[in-house]
């Protein structure tokens, strides 16, 4: 069974950095494309990028661009999102989520909570 | 800005028929977009149910079934239960910038 644990919830002041862990279980992790999702406060879904962890390879939507970094472990077949220069709005849950044989986002991690205020 | 529309929000009747579409700003909707479809209950994490058009995950039920209505992608709920009230989200692969857009999402009523 894919399993995905993210790390626990924070609380950031404006202008720090956050960095969030997803912890990638139950398939090879190098094989399938991972994605991070913001969800702000009562709000949609919003894709911010994915990372292909065989390369290291990341594309970023263009909201987050210069803000936002992809990277994964693969010795420990995890992956990490790190949003710089954080805003009030960026007050959101976070998802990392996994493709798998083909199927864009199949499997998804608890959420991460991010609270940022001063 | 590339833009993806679904209905805001529906309602039906239990054991009824919905369908919910999802729309792209750039025109028609094909398979080449690989849409996805998710659901979300409050409280919840999303969770995948249909993939590139019309393929069903191994958790997904029967009744749900995806496929292309004119220029958009669709999903097609049949036999309604109460637990399918829930958030639907669509997502489109666009290949290139962006990558993947997801859908403002349809609130399903059960009603």
């Known amino acids: 069974e894919v399993q995905l644990v993210q790390s626990g919830a924070e609380v950031k002041k404006p202008g720090a950095t956050l960095k969030i862990s997803c912890k990638i279980s139950g398939h090879t992790f190098s094989d399938h494309y991972i994605h991070w999702v913001q969800q702000a406060p009562g709000k949609g879904l919003e894709w911010m990028g994915l990372l292909d962890p065989e390369d290291g390879e990341t594309k970023y939507a263009e909201k987050f661009q210069g803000r936002l970094t992809m990277t994964a472990d693969t010795s420990i077949d995890t992956a990490y999102m790190e949003l710089s220069g954080l805003r009030s709005d960026d007050t959101a849950v976070y998802y990392c989520a996994t493709d798998f044989v083909g199927a864009s986002a199949a499997y998804w991690g608890q959420g991460t909570l991010v609270t940022v205020s001063s | 800005q590339t833009v993806v529309t679904q209905e805001p929000s529906l309602t039906v009747s239990p054991g009824g028929t919905v369908t919910l579409t999802c729309a792209s700003s750039?025109?028609?909707?094909?398979?080449?977009?690989?849409p996805s479809w998710f659901q979300q209950k409050p409280g919840q994490a999303p969770r995948a149910l249909i993939y590139n058009t019309r393929n069903r995950h191994s958790w997904t039920p029967a009744r749900f079934s995806g496929s292309l209505l004119g220029d958009k992608a669709a999903l097609t709920l049949s036999g309604v239960q109460p637990e399918d009230e829930a958030d639907y989200y669509c997502l489109l692969d666009y290949g290139g910038a962006p990558l993947r857009v997801f859908g403002g999402g349809t609130k399903l009523t059960v009603l």
């Open positions: 750039t025109g028609a909707v094909t398979s080449s977009y690989f």
